[in-house]
Structures are given as C-alpha cells and as structure tokens.
C-alpha cells in the first residue's frame, strides 16, 4: 500500500460524458502527478500539481482539467469524453518539487462506451 | 528532452535463473533513475532509484541495478527469479526542472516454472 488513495477503482460511461477522478495522496506530500496509461500510448504524463499549484503540463488535452485542493487532494475531470479516452488514469504524490520518487495510487480504470 | 528505452517488450526466465532487464537513458542532464514493477490490475509499485550517492542501487525484493554513465544503462538484474516476479517492469527518468516521470514502453517478465 503506497499510501495514495484513488477513487473510484472502475467507472463505465457513455461518449460526451464528464467524470470526475479523485486522488488523495500520502500524507505529508505537497506534489501531485497524474498519468494516463493506454495500450497504444503507455505511460504519459499529464498533469502536476504542488501545493495547490499547477506545475507543469504534459500531453493532457483540452478537455481535461485538474485541481488540487487546500487540503492537498487532487481531482482530474474529463469531459466530452471519446472511446480513445478509455485508460487506466494514475495519480502519484511525492514528497516535494523536484526529482524525489513519486508513490502511485492503485488507479482508475475508465471505460467509455 | 530526457527519454528511456527498454530493450524486450518481453522476457521469460526459468524460476531460479538470472533476470536482466535492460534501460537505456537519453538525458541532457545528469539524470534520476527508477524502476517500477506492475502487477496485474495494480498500481506502480516503486523498486528501486538512482539518485547519483552510488552506482550499484539495491531495491525491494532482491533487485538491484547499475548505473553506468558510460553506456547510458540503468539495467534490473535479480540473481534468482522467484514466481511471483511475474510482472511488468518500467523504467523511468527525471531530472532537475522537469520533475515528470517518462517511462519506458515496460518490459514484461514471465517465469517459467
């Protein structure tokens, strides 16, 4: 158990849909990270949060967003959701900003049908 | 830009043989290494980090990797598999002012009993 939390485990929706994912992170850690691994993608990079601000932005389309909260949990929306946004969504935490290693949640796994 | 490649999308060993999992690395700065084990249908499990205090990295469950700046390689290597090695491996970077992971394409070890 990593310590980072992720809810929910499995979601199932429909296309043009919006979901929300939630992360909470190991106590004590101010970073969050969220990634996005797919069959044909692998493991990408989206979006990180410290401290409540936005860090650094990867391959993280329009149509998602994310925030971190003052008590440090994070969330990821999706909207207008597509077939090819079906993934397993993670959410890592780490201690600080910097290159410290990064603790995962068991993830989210989103289906869009 | 920093980047890893992972020789053997698969590899199978014989319980009790040698495992070697290979990471090379492209990275403008001196680099952070890490490896990640996934099991089925779970989270990221953090095995072991280079962070430049030694060469040689011991990690959880009997793994061990080496840096060797000369080849660029962070190889994986466990004198002996055990069954429950059965997973995939990523291997990871980071450096200093661009703190996202960029994993490898993951290599996936089977056992063979």
């Known amino acids: 158990d990593s310590g980072v939390t992720q809810t929910p485990k499995h979601l199932i929706t429909a296309t043009g849909q919006r979901v929300t994912l939630r992360c909470s992170p190991r106590s004590g850690d101010l970073s969050v990270y969220w990634y996005q691994q797919s069959l044909d993608q692998g493991l990408q990079f989206l979006i990180q949060y410290y401290n409540g601000e936005e860090r650094a932005k990867g391959n993280i389309l329009e149509r998602f967003s994310a925030q971190q909260f003052p008590d440090l949990h994070s969330e990821l929306n999706l909207s207008s959701l597509e077939l090819g946004d079906s993934a397993l969504y993670f959410c890592?935490?780490?201690?600080?900003?910097?290159?410290?290693?990064?603790?995962f949640g068991p993830g989210t796994r989103l289906t869009v049908t | 830009a920093q980047s890893v490649t992972q020789l053997g999308s698969h590899v199978s060993v014989s319980e009790g043989a040698l495992v070697l999992l290979r990471c090379n690395y492209s990275?403008?700065?001196?680099?952070?290494l890490f490896w990640y084990v996934q099991y089925p249908n779970q989270g990221l499990q953090l095995l072991l980090k280079?962070?430049?205090?030694?060469?040689l990295v011991k990690g959880i469950n009997g793994f061990e990797a080496e840096f060797k700046k000369s080849e660029t390689s962070f190889h994986l290597t466990k004198p002996s598999a055990h069954m429950s090695d059965a997973a995939e491996y990523f291997c990871?970077?980071?450096?200093?002012?661009?703190?996202?992971?960029?994993f490898g394409t993951g290599t996936r070890l089977t056992i063979i009993p």
């Open positions: 280079y962070t430049s205090a030694a060469t």
């Open positions: 890592a935490s780490s201690v600080d900003q910097g290159p410290y290693e990064q603790y």
């Open positions: 990871a970077v980071i450096s200093f002012g661009n703190e996202k992971l960029t």
């Open positions: 990275s403008s700065v001196p680099p952070y």
